[in-house]
C-alpha cells in the first residue's frame, strides 16, 4: 500500500511571503520613521499585493475558513495597539491590515456561498478607516477572480491600480508585484515541493502573524528612543 501523500508546501509562495514581510518592513520604515524618505514608500507598494494574493491561497489550502478568519480577526485585534502606538494615532481611529484580510476571508467565503452578505464586507470597507480601506477588499477580490480566470484577474487587478492612480498615484506602483504573482499563479516561480513534515514547522506558518505587532513595537520604539526632537 502506497504511504498518504503529505501536504506539500510551495517555495515560491514562502518566498512571496517573505518578500511580502520585507517590503512591507520597508514600507513602515518609511512611514514611521523616514517619512520624508518618499522612496521607501514606493517600495512598500509591492508588499499588499502580495500578502492579498497570498490570502487567497490561504483559503484555498485551509481545512477551515471560519478558523482562518478567527485567526486574522484575533491578530487584528492583538495588532492593533501596537499599530496605533506606532503610526501615531487613536486607537480606532485606522484599524490595522489584519482587519482588511479578516474582511478580505469573510468576502470570499460569503460569495462563493452565494450569499448576498458578502457585500457587507464590501460595505465595512468603505465606512470602517481599514488600512488600504476599499481598494484592500478589492485587491484580495482581484486575486480571487485571478485564480479563477488567469485573464479577467489580470484586467481587474490593472484597471483597480488606474483607477487609484488619480487619487493616490504611488500606489499604482502595486502594478509591480504583478509578474511575480503571475509566475507563482502559473507555476514558474519556485514550484517544488517540499514534505510539510521535515521542511515547514510551524513558526514558518505563524511568522507573519507574530512579526507584524512586533516589527510595529519595535519601530516605535525607535522612534520615540532615537527620532523624536524634544524642543
Known amino acids: 500500500m502506497e504511504p498518504p501523500i503529505q ?5 515560491g509562495r514562502e518566498s512571496l511571503k517573505w518578500l511580502a514581510i520585507a517590503t512591507m518592513t520597508i514600507d513602515h ?9 518618499v522612496l521607501l514608500r514606493y517600495i512598500g507598494r509591492l508588499s499588499f499585493p502580495l500578502i492579498a494574493y497570498l490570502l487567497v491561497l490561504g483559503l ?13 480577526f484575533l491578530f487584528a485585534l492583538i495588532s492593533q495597539v501596537p499599530f496605533t502606538l506606532a503610526r501615531g494615532v487613536a486607537p480606532w481611529e485606522y484599524l490595522n491590515i489584519f482587519f482588511t484580510l479578516s474582511l478580505g476571508v469573510l468576502f470570499i467565503y460569503l460569495y462563493e456561498r452565494n450569499n448576498y452578505l458578502f457585500l457587507l464586507p464590501l460595505v465595512a470597507s468603505a465606512v470602517l478607516p481599514l488600512d488600504f480601506d476599499g481598494y484592500g477588499i478589492a485587491t484580495i477580490g482581484c486575486f ?18 488606474l483607477f487609484v492612480f488619480f487619487d493616490v498615484p504611488y500606489q499604482s506602483l502595486a502594478l509591480l508585484a504583478l509578474p511575480l504573482i503571475l509566475l507563482h499563479n502559473d507555476g514558474r516561480f519556485l514550484p517544488t515541493k517540499i514534505g510539510a513534515k ?16 512586533l516589527h510595529l513595537l519595535l519601530l516605535y520604539f ?5 527620532y523624536t526632537r524634544v524642543p
Open 7 to 11: 501536504r506539500g508546501y510551495d517555495r
Open 29 to 37: 520604515v518609511g512611514a514611521i520613521l523616514y517619512p520624508e524618505q
Open 60 to 72: 484555498e489550502s485551509t481545512r477551515s475558513a471560519k478558523n482562518y478568519f478567527t485567526r486574522l
Open 144 to 161: 480571487y477572480a485571478l485564480r479563477k480566470n488567469r485573464r479577467i484577474g489580470i484586467i481587474l487587478f490593472i484597471l483597480l491600480n
Open 198 to 213: 521535515t521542511d515547514y514547522p510551524p513558526w514558518r506558518k505563524y511568522s507573519f502573524y507574530v512579526y507584524y505587532p
Open 222 to 226: 525607535l522612534k520615540i528612543e532615537f
